[in-house]
């Protein structure tokens, strides 16, 4: 497989961007200084990014309230979305979304989602838009193995069969929906599922980026080229609780220190390109490095933004009135 | 008697019923929690927030359903399982989530026994949490009880403490019709004495937290416990209150609502959820056409604005009711100077 440099160095950047924002997160929000709820990414960074890799800001993707990730992945600006998950008016949504509810409309980011299942449908609408205005763009819905049960998931899958759009149904499949395994709630399987709506289907390990980048670039090509819907099937392992403040007691002792240990993509991915004599050592620590820096200083500048003005209450309910 | 949290209470309350009746059964996502993990730990989670914790241990997977993150089934299911024998109480989590099985509320189980001529009987508790102030933002703040006090064919219950919570619940889990049981999720950890064995508090009859002769407040949730908070206030001031809490917004008690008013003339509704056909419109309404002539002053309401729940914590500050803010509605009707018309 070919791949560009830059696009390596990129995602690599993407992936470790992602992984320090979520370990920051974990720490600050024991602190008790991070107000709501917080749905932390880490351990599936290379699902958002290797699918991103393939798309441009023209292209829409929709989120959920594992957000952070996708958001990173497609390009929302780090400091922005570490503003906003602190409440303050410098966030990307003026503090008034929180972490749930980050959205960039301008990366062709619709959104985190607090309402599992509510991607799918909206990327049917976005797949319509692109289809319609003829813009060359694609719609993909990244979507949780308990968002998958959802009427609205099912339902969408029909109808951009239906309408034939350029939707990619992205199934992040980290094995739970809360505290309950997939084997428990989800009857059948992906696979037949997507079969069963008459829509091909692909799959990938989702801790080896190179995998997802290359399975992502089928499933985005295949809509891209007009036909229609694909569904492309990611497996995967979440490292923390299903929000932060979960004892996790459902997962079997050792569970998560495997994953972390075989399956971290950051590791995967160093080793391959380096094995390869794509990027250097050093090349990669200078990315962590920067990483690092960007992550204090993001969260340094959030806790130091002004909060939001009380006329801010009022604002934006309409845009007009 | 014992101190018991609203969330035990609500617990409390399920348990007892099982024990006492075995039609009656639990459903809703992570209820147990933990089926199809890898540690075989089963009721893990007891609940997003541990309300239904333990049941699953006592009364084992027939009587405690965790299902798919499904709600359009799953309370679909528990409306006809209602309707053919079972007694379910289902759990919906949020609220907001409502969004994802209106219809099987709204169109079905609400109207199945006008619409069929009394003949169907739908026994169905369906509870939720709701409101504002844990910063948990747009969809999964809001106080939705006026959506379906709207809706003929339901009940709608709003407990405002750990022994209110108990004695409805047992109401509602023994009530034939559909009632929706809303507990406010900043309310988990309160804790009040509250009886060991089961009691009933009927619907329709509203409560007085306290009574005084110059202002009635009425107040749903946990704003009733602001409203006495303010009550108090005031009082040192020279300023006495009635605080009712309606308890049900359907029935809602009007008789008292109506009595109330005949006696201090003034008004102040506290109510968390958006302004438009609130609660607080719905009363006022009430007012404004069967007690007119005994109103000294406008009626105030003190509600949030018509926006979304805000997320940062200044905002959601701003938006909700507050003791403060009761405080200012209250002098406000005290202060008002009837003009005589020319
Ligand atoms: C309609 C709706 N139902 C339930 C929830 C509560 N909830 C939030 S996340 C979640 C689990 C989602 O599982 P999955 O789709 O597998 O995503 P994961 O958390 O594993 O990333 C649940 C049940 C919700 N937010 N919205
Ligand atoms: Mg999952």
């Given amino acids: 497989m070919q791949i560009a440099r830059e696009t390596l160095l990129r995602s690599y950047r993407a992936m470790r961007t992602i992984r320090d924002f979520e370990e920051r997160l974990h720490v600050e929000f024991a602190t008790g200084e991070i107000p709501g709820f917080v749905h932390l990414y880490c351990g599936e960074e290379a699902s958002g990014v290797g699918v991103c890799a393939n798309l441009t800001d023209n292209d829409t993707i929709s989120s959920t309230h594992r957000g952070h990730g996708h958001c990173i992945a497609k390009g929302v600006e780090v400091s922005g979305m570490m503003a906003e998950i602190y409440g303050k008016s410098t966030g990307v949504c003026r503090g008034k979304g929180g972490s749930m509810h980050i959205a960039d409309f301008s990366r062709g980011m619709l959104g985190a989602n607090g309402i599992v299942g509510g991607g799918p449908p909206l990327m049917c609408g976005a797949a319509l838009s692109h289809k319609t205005l003829k813009d060359g763009g694609i719609a993909v819905a990244f979507y949780g193995d308990g968002a998958s049960n959802e009427g609205t998931t099912l339902e969408s899958l029909n109808l951009a069969t239906v309408w034939k759009l350029p939707v990619v149904f992205v199934v992040e499949d980290n094995g739970y929906g809360e505290a309950t395994g997939s084997s428990f709630a989800v009857a059948g399987t992906q696979k037949d599922r997507a079969a069963g709506f008459g829509m091909p289907y692909l799959e990938c390990d989702g801790s080896d980026f190179f995998a997802v980048y290359q399975t992502a670039g089928e499933a985005i090509a295949h809509a891209r080229a007009g036909n229609g819907p694909i569904m492309l099937h990611v497996h995967l392992q979440r490292w923390y609780g299903h929000f932060e403040g979960d004892a996790m007691t459902y997962r079997a002792a050792g569970e998560v220190a495997e994953a972390k240990r075989d399956h971290d993509c950051l590791d995967l991915f160093r080793k391959k390109v380096t094995e390869a004599g794509l990027l250097e050592h050093a090349e990669l620590d200078a990315i962590d490095e920067a990483v690092r820096d960007e992550i204090e200083s993001s969260v340094v500048a959030a806790k130091a933004a002004p909060l939001p003005e009380p006329a801010d209450l009022l604002a934006d309910v309409y845009v007009r009135y | ?342």
Avoid at chain 2, 122 to 129: H, K, Q, S
Avoid at chain 2, 174 to 183: A, C, K, N, S, T
């Fill in chain 2, 1 to 342: 008697m014992s101190k018991k949290s609203f969330r035990q209470a609500i617990n409390e309350a399920m348990r007892l019923e099982m024990r006492r009746d075995p039609r009656v059964i639990i459903m809703g996502e992570d209820v147990a929690g933990g089926q199809g993990g890898t540690s075989g730990v089963v009721d893990a989670w007891g609940g997003v927030l541990g309300v239904t914790k333990g049941l699953y241990t006592e009364f084992g997977p027939e009587r405690v359903l965790d299902t798919p993150i499904t709600e359009a089934s799953y309370i679909g299911a528990a409306a006809g399982a209602a309707a053919t024998g079972l007694r379910p109480v289902a759990e919906l989590m949020f609220v907001d989530f409502v969004g994802s099985c209106l219809d099987q509320i709204m169109n079905q189980t609400a109207k199945f026994r006008y619409m069929f001529g009394g003949k169907a009987r739908t026994p169905l508790v369906i509870r939720a949490m709701f409101g504002a102030g844990f910063n948990a933002a747009a969809q999964h703040s809001q106080a939705l009880y006026p959506l379906f006090t709207h809706i003929p064919g339901l009940k709608v219950v709003i407990p405002s403490s750990p022994y209110e919570a108990k004695g409805l619940l047992i109401e509602a889990i023994r009530d034939d019709d559909p009632v929706i049981f809303l507990e406010h999720k900043v309310m988990y950890d309160d804790e009040e004495e509250v009886p060991d064995e089961a009691y009933t508090i009927p619907f329709g009859e509203a409560n007085l937290t306290r009574e005084g002769d110059d202002v009635t407040i009425v107040a749903f949730g946990r704003m009733v416990k602001l409203a006495n908070e303010a009550a108090d206030k005031l009082e040192r001031q020279g300023i006495s209150c009635t605080v009712i809490d309606p308890r049900t917004t359907s029935p809602l008690d009007r008789d008292t609502i109506l009595d109330c008013v005949a006696d201090t003339g003034r008004l102040v509704i506290v109510d968390e959820s958006s302004p438009r056909c609130n609660m607080a419109a719905d009363i006022s309404a009430l007012v404004a056409e069967e007690a007119f002539d005994a109103l000294k002053a406008p009626i105030r309401r003190v509600i949030p604005p018509h926006t979304p729940v805000p997320f940062a914590s200044v905002l959601e500050a701003l938006y909700l009711p507050d003791a403060a803010k009761i405080e200012a509605a209250v002098k406000a009707v005290m202060n008002h100077k009837v003009t005589e018309a020319a």
